[in-house]
């Protein structure tokens, strides 16, 4: 079972950029999708951003180019640059690791994410 630890999370004002970060221990994740999540207040987990074993991305509409995640197989790490932020992007953001290991997918759902992390918060402030 892999274990996953988010950080990079804060307060920053609209139109700021943060840059999440997800450190993964237990197992390597390289095989594995890997993907972030949000859940603002009052409202249900929603995806956000996943890459696969290979590199490729796949985002919510609602990004819509403002967000770019990444990987580092060597450190272990999963990455979300946030930037242009609104208010509305405040939530909880997690991040998830596939059910299993070198599945190729045309879409993410949240029931495709077995491991998550516990969260880190961002705050957009108007």
């Known amino acids: 079972q892999v274990q996953l630890a988010e950080s990079g999370g804060g307060l920053v004002q609209a139109g700021g950029s943060l840059r999440l970060s997800c450190a993964a221990s237990g197992r390597s994740i390289s095989s594995y999708a890997m993907g972030w999540i949000r859940q603002a207040p009052g409202k249900e987990r929603e995806f956000v951003a996943a890459?696969?074993?290979?590199?490729?991305?796949y985002y919510a509409g609602f990004v819509k180019g403002r967000f770019t995640i990444s990987r580092d197989n060597a450190k272990n790490r999963v990455y979300l640059q946030l930037n242009s932020l609104k208010p509305e992007d405040t939530a909880v953001y997690y991040c998830?690791?596939?059910?299993?290991?070198?599945?190729?997918?045309?879409?993410?759902?949240?029931?495709?994410?077995?491991?998550w992390g516990q969260g880190t918060q961002v705050t957009v402030s108007s």
């Open positions: 890459i696969n074993y290979a590199g490729n991305t």
């Open positions: 998830a690791a596939d059910s299993g290991p070198y599945y190729t997918r045309r879409a993410y759902k949240l029931d495709d994410f077995r491991s």
